[in-house]
């Protein structure tokens, strides 16, 4: 699949992410959807910064809403990424979801409401 190699060759890049909590590097092992990174109750993929559960919940729930906002209309994602990105206040660098930490993160069903209700006016 094109699209892991992407990720792959992009985690390769990155050095192995230390641990906020304990200060240690990140376990690493290879699994199917790619490196996983783990330590202290706290994970990420593809060498990315450590965050918990509460974090990952938040992203993977902004994802959905964000997701539910473009697909199947025929808004383009790099659009509706500009206009989330305009609603939250966040450059648009900024502006993806895993990077975001939790309070930014639980935002993104808010902002996302906020954009269709414009577009229903
Ligand atoms: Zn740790």
């Known amino acids: 699949m094109a699209k892991n190699n992407h990720y792959a060759q992009e985690a390769k890049r990155r ?31 593809d060498r990315h910064p450590l965050v918990d559960a509460e974090t990952h919940a938040a992203r993977n729930e902004a994802h959905k809403t964000f997701d539910a906002l473009w697909r199947g209309t025929s808004m383009k994602r790099s659009d509706a990424y500009r206009m989330l990105a305009e609603e939250m206040n966040l450059a648009p660098e900024q502006c993806h979801m895993k990077l975001m930490d939790a309070d930014t993160a639980h935002r993104v069903p808010v902002a996302v409401q906020a954009i269709k209700d414009r577009a229903n006016d």
Request: glycine share 6%; net charge positive.
């Open 15 to 45: 050095p192995i992410p230390k641990c906020p909590k304990c200060g240690n590097k990140a376990v690493e092992r290879e699994t199917r959807y790619g490196k996983r990174n783990m330590c202290c109750d706290l994970w990420s993929w």
